[in-house]
């Protein structure tokens, strides 16, 4: 069965704290992304890449930023946490082929700023 | 740029009725995608629609990619407790750009 995991369900930081949220998938996939969901906003993107090293901005990007030193792993990091970053952040993957538009997620990191 | 509507933005419903939801674009879409989440979890693909017109179902869920290629509708036949959820629609236009989501909507199901 084909997975995309993020690895920390839960995570409760302090204002000010490095935060690392980390995305692995099994499927081989080009793209992946960030959003994340807060009620009544539905999903916002907040970073993507199309492939190992590359980065692009999505509609969200300030206070984020991304790696993607592998080709099955992108990271999140918020450099400062803050207590408006607090959210449920989704990773998503999706490939270059027939389909592509359909996106893969992970079962989300609820993040809580204190 | 391009906007999703989708409405409604939630729907409470007693168990065995039939439930519709719907999404419309303000440009012309080429993939038309719905997404179900279930509480404390990530979306999960229910439907995906390629073609306009087309008429796609998935056990008692039929979703429709409308002919003008600006709106699809989603339909849940005799609901279920299990159906409750937030179900997002999705599109993209076929050229570069990422899939632009619907703000969803939250289906609760009264047993």
């Known amino acids: 069965d084909v997975k995309v995991t993020q690895s920390s369900r839960y995570l409760v930081k302090r204002t000010g704290e490095k935060v690392f949220l980390e995305c692995v998938q099994d499927?081989?996939?080009?793209?992946m992304f960030w959003y994340r969901q807060d009620p009544g906003l539905g999903l916002r993107l907040i970073y993507f890449s199309y492939d190992v090293k590359m980065k692009e901005k999505g509609d969200i990007p300030e206070g984020y930023s991304v790696s993607r030193e592998k080709k099955e792993r992108f990271s999140l990091i918020l450099e400062s946490a803050s207590t408006n970053q607090t959210s449920m952040y989704l990773c998503?993957?999706?490939?270059?082929?027939?389909?592509?538009?359909?996106?893969?997620f992970g079962a989300g990191s609820r993040l809580t700023v204190l | 740029g391009q906007q999703l509507n989708q409405s409604p933005q939630s729907m409470f419903i007693q168990e065995g009725e039939d439930v519709s939801m719907n999404c419309t674009s303000s440009?012309?879409?080429?993939?038309w995608l719905w997404y179900k989440q279930e509480p404390g979890e990530g979306p999960v693909l229910l439907i995906a629609?390629?073609?306009?017109?087309e008429l796609t179902s998935n056990g008692r869920l039929t979703a429709q990619f409308g002919i003008t290629r600006k709106d699809s509708f989603l339909n849940i036949s005799a609901s279920i407790p299990s159906d409750v959820g937030i179900y997002f629609c999705a599109g993209h236009g076929g050229s570069q750009g990422n899939l632009i989501f619907g703000k969803g909507t939250k289906l609760s199901v009264k047993p």
């Open positions: 499927m081989d996939h080009e793209n």
């Open positions: 629609l390629y073609k306009a017109g």
């Open positions: 440009s012309i879409f080429n993939t």
């Open positions: 998503a993957s999706n490939g270059a082929s027939a389909g592509a538009n359909v996106l893969t």
